[in-house]
C-alpha cells in the first residue's frame, strides 16, 4: 500500500524539482515573459501593486486593488497571461505594446478597470476581476506601454487599460482601516500624470532557454 502511493507521488515530487531549479537560473533573464509571475513597483511611490480579499465600499463593490510598501506580502503577486482571447508562449519576452492580462496569484482575479469612480480621489476606479478560473472580460486586457523593444526588467513601463484609455497610476491617496497605510489605485487619462511608472521587481522569471518542450504544464500550476 505504502509502496503503490509513493511510486504516485515520485513523478510528481521530481517534476517539481525540475522546476524549481529553472525558474533559479531564470532568474537572470532581462526580460518580463508571458508566465512570468512578478511583483510591480510604482516608481515614484515605492509601493508595490497589491490585492486582497477586501471589496470596495463605494464604486462597483468588487475586490480592490491597492500597492503596498512592504516587498515581501505574497498578496503583491501578479501573473503575465495573454489578453483575453489571445495567446503568447511560455517564456517568451514581453513586446513593448502588447496586449497583456495581469492575474492576482492569490485570488485568480485579474487587474481590471471600468468608468467607476475611485474611492478616495474620485479618479476611475481600478478593482480585482473575474471568476474562479481567473476568467474576467474585456476590462480585464491592458497593453505595455513602453519605448523600446521589450518589457525589461530594468526599465519603468507604464500599462494602458484597453477599454477605457486609461493608465494605470497611484493617486498619492492612503487608505484608513481596516487596510490602513495602503495606496490608492487609479486609472488616469495622461500617460504623462504623475505616479504611471511601473518597474518590475521581486518573481519568477521564465526564460525561453530554460523550457522544456513538456513543461508548459508544470508552470501552469503555479
Ligand atoms: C480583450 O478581451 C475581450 C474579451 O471580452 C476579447 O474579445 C478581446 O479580443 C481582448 N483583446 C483586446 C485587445 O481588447
Redesign the pocket.
Same mark, same amino acid.
Given at each position: 500500500m505504502v509502496f503503490v502511493k509513493l511510486f504516485h507521488v515520485f513523478p510528481i515530487v521530481f517534476l517539481f524539482i525540475i522546476c524549481i531549479s529553472k525558474i533559479s537560473k531564470a532568474s537572470r533573464a532581462e526580460f518580463v515573459t508571458c508566465g512570468t509571475m512578478l511583483k510591480i513597483m510604482n516608481t515614484d511611490l515605492r509601493l508595490r501593486l497589491h490585492s486582497h480579499d477586501v471589496k470596495y465600499g463605494s464604486g462597483s463593490g468588487q475586490q480592490s486593488i491597492t500597492a503596498v510598501d512592504v516587498s515581501d506580502d505574497h498578496n503583491s503577486h501578479w501573473l503575465v497571461r495573454p489578453?483575453?482571447?489571445?495567446t503568447c508562449k511560455r517564456g517568451s519576452p514581453i513586446k513593448c505594446n502588447t496586449?497583456i492580462r495581469l492575474q492576482h496569484v492569490a485570488t485568480k482575479k485579474n487587474l481590471h478597470s471600468h468608468y467607476f469612480s475611485s474611492p478616495l480621489s474620485g479618479n476611475q476606479e481600478v478593482s480585482a476581476y473575474g471568476d474562479d478560473g481567473g476568467e474576467g =472580460?474585456?476590462g480585464?486586457?491592458w497593453?505595455v506601454v513602453c519605448n523600446n523593444d521589450y518589457w525589461r526588467r530594468d526599465t519603468p513601463v507604464k500599462l494602458k487599460h484597453? =477599454?477605457t484609455a486609461a493608465y494605470l497610476a497611484g493617486s498619492g491617496r492612503t487608505f484608513g482601516r481596516p487596510i490602513s497605510g495602503q495606496g490608492e489605485i487609479v486609472g488616469v487619462t495622461s500617460q504623462y500624470g504623475a505616479y504611471t511608472d511601473w518597474q518590475a521587481m521581486e518573481g519568477l522569471f521564465v526564460h525561453p532557454s530554460d523550457l522544456l518542450p513538456h513543461q508548459a504544464a508544470i508552470h501552469t500550476e503555479l
Amino acid at each position: 500500500m505504502v509502496f503503490v502511493k509513493l511510486f504516485h507521488v515520485f513523478p510528481i515530487v521530481f517534476l517539481f524539482i525540475i522546476c524549481i531549479s529553472k525558474i533559479s537560473k531564470a532568474s537572470r533573464a532581462e526580460f518580463v515573459t508571458c508566465g512570468t509571475m512578478l511583483k510591480i513597483m510604482n516608481t515614484d511611490l515605492r509601493l508595490r501593486l497589491h490585492s486582497h480579499d477586501v471589496k470596495y465600499g463605494s464604486g462597483s463593490g468588487q475586490q480592490s486593488i491597492t500597492a503596498v510598501d512592504v516587498s515581501d506580502d505574497h498578496n503583491s503577486h501578479w501573473l503575465v497571461r495573454p489578453a483575453m482571447g489571445e495567446t503568447c508562449k511560455r517564456g517568451s519576452p514581453i513586446k513593448c505594446n502588447t496586449n497583456i492580462r495581469l492575474q492576482h496569484v492569490a485570488t485568480k482575479k485579474n487587474l481590471h478597470s471600468h468608468y467607476f469612480s475611485s474611492p478616495l480621489s474620485g479618479n476611475q476606479e481600478v478593482s480585482a476581476y473575474g471568476d474562479d478560473g481567473g476568467e474576467g =472580460d474585456s476590462g480585464d486586457n491592458w497593453t505595455v506601454v513602453c519605448n523600446n523593444d521589450y518589457w525589461r526588467r530594468d526599465t519603468p513601463v507604464k500599462l494602458k487599460h484597453i =477599454d477605457t484609455a486609461a493608465y494605470l497610476a497611484g493617486s498619492g491617496r492612503t487608505f484608513g482601516r481596516p487596510i490602513s497605510g495602503q495606496g490608492e489605485i487609479v486609472g488616469v487619462t495622461s500617460q504623462y500624470g504623475a505616479y504611471t511608472d511601473w518597474q518590475a521587481m521581486e518573481g519568477l522569471f521564465v526564460h525561453p532557454s530554460d523550457l522544456l518542450p513538456h513543461q508548459a504544464a508544470i508552470h501552469t500550476e503555479l
